[in-house]
């Protein structure tokens, strides 16, 4: 037995609930077969639903409590139908990720078979790669959350993109660190700085932090790609990259299109994380469309619990966590080779309760 890891637990609004459960069933299954001590749960209200109730978008000592466990998992937040008097949505996790410095997004993107495969090139089945997004900087270091555009009355707007060296030296030893450890397990262990350093000196500054670090890791091969010329190749040959490391922005709309490759949102899953702090989370939203119905295809969220499994191995230096992990992935990766899982969301006869028994009975076999 090991020391018992805490679990700050947001569940949130919408098919979040439902996901969320869902992972909890799953993590705890191979955390048990691993011989791991339980993980221990603490559940903090939070979100849209709650808003509604209290005027408060997550429990007064939510946030302290969030920072005081090994991890954060959550669901969803969010609900178009309940919003601030200014009309921003519910976005308490916003607050999470700026006061933990969350800096490094997480999003890996994987072909699996017999899922929807959006390029008819047979090569795409290979596709196996992950986009770092840096999160706390960038072009959203004024996005209206922060509050710190530029508005000249109704003739000029001005938002600012931020590159600080210290948080964009975190960001590439994460990178190098994680191209290192996806070599150690079969992937090419080739991290690709993505820029437009042709053009804005602070995306030169960018690439020039990731020159000066590169050496310190010759095991891990380099590439560049301006992000142009990338979102380009992510449509002619996306198997050929490993790991990306980008600025804020432009990760957020390049992983959206990687994750269009490869399926839909139910596929999404999404690590931040920080120095001292992790928050795992579908990359999906609350889809009010089709909450309460057993629809939500919850492997998004599955895999983002193997991501925190994965981040706890690394945490706490216990490697049956990163067992664990590689349990659930391997269950999903087998499931959707023998046919096992056919989501609805990809017009497949099963929901969220349904996929998740499936995962469970996988993990059995
Ligand atoms: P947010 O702004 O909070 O990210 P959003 O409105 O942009 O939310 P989502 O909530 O992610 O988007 O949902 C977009 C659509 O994708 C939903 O309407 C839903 O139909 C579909 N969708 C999202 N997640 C899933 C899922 N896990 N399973 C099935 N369909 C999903």
New binding site residues.
């Given amino acids: 037995m090991t020391d018992t890891l805490r679990i700050a637990l947001i569940r949130g609004d ?2 979040g609930v439902d ?1 969320a459960d869902a992972t909890l069933a799953i993590v705890d299954r191979v955390v048990a077969s691993t011989g791991l001590a339980p993980l221990v749960y603490d559940a903090i209200n939070a979100g849209a639903g709650y808003f509604k109730d209290t005027g408060q978008d997550i429990e007064p000592d939510g946030e302290k409590r969030a920072g005081d466990a090994d991890s954060i998992f959550l669901g ?3 609900l ?1 139908s309940v919003r601030h008097g200014d009309g921003t ?1 519910i976005s308490p996790h916003l607050r999470l990720r700026d006061r933990f410095q969350l800096y490094a997004g997480v999003r890996p993107v994987k072909a699996y078979p017999n899922a929807p495969q959006r390029l008819a090139d047979p090569r795409a089945a290979g596709i196996d790669m992950i986009i770092l997004r840096e999160s706390t900087e960038g072009l959203f270091y004024s996005a209206a959350a922060h509050g710190r555009s530029d508005i000249r009355g109704d003739d000029e707007v001005r938002d600012t993109l931020r590159i600080t060296r210290a948080t964009t030296e975190k960001l590439h030893h994460f990178g190098f660190r994680l191209a290192r450890r996806r070599k150690a397990r079969g992937r090419p262990g080739l991290l690709t700085c993505v820029d437009k350093a042709n053009v804005f000196a602070s995306m030169a500054f960018f690439r020039k932090i990731f020159d000066e670090i590169a050496p310190q890791y010759t095991d891990v091969e380099t590439g560049y790609n301006y992000v142009d010329a990338q979102a380009l190749n992510l449509i002619r040959n996306p198997w050929d990259y490993d790991v990306m490391v980008m600025e804020n922005m432009f990760g957020d709309i390049l992983s959206d299109l990687a994750g269009g490759l490869v399926g ?3 596929m ?1 899953a999404c690590a931040e994380i920080g120095d001292a702090h992790g928050l795992f989370q ?9 909450m309460g119905q057993d ?7 599955i895999l983002s619990g193997a991501l925190m499994l994965d981040y706890l191995a690394e945490k706490t230096g216990n490697n049956a966590y990163a067992d664990a992990a590689l349990a659930i992935e391997d269950a999903v990766q087998s499931g959707f080779e023998q046919n096992r899982l056919r ?3 990809f017009g497949g006869d099963m929901g ?1 309760r349904a996929v998740t028994r499936e995962i469970l009975d996988l993990l059995e076999g």
Avoid: R, W
């Avoid at 579908?282 to 089709?290: L, R, Y």
């Avoid at 629809?295 to 969220?301: C, G």
């Fill in positions: 919408g098919i996901v969803a937040i969010g178009p949505e839909g949102m139910g999404a579908p990359a999906h939203g609350s889809a009010p469309d089709i629809k939500a295809n919850p492997l998004a969220a989501p609805m969301e969220t």
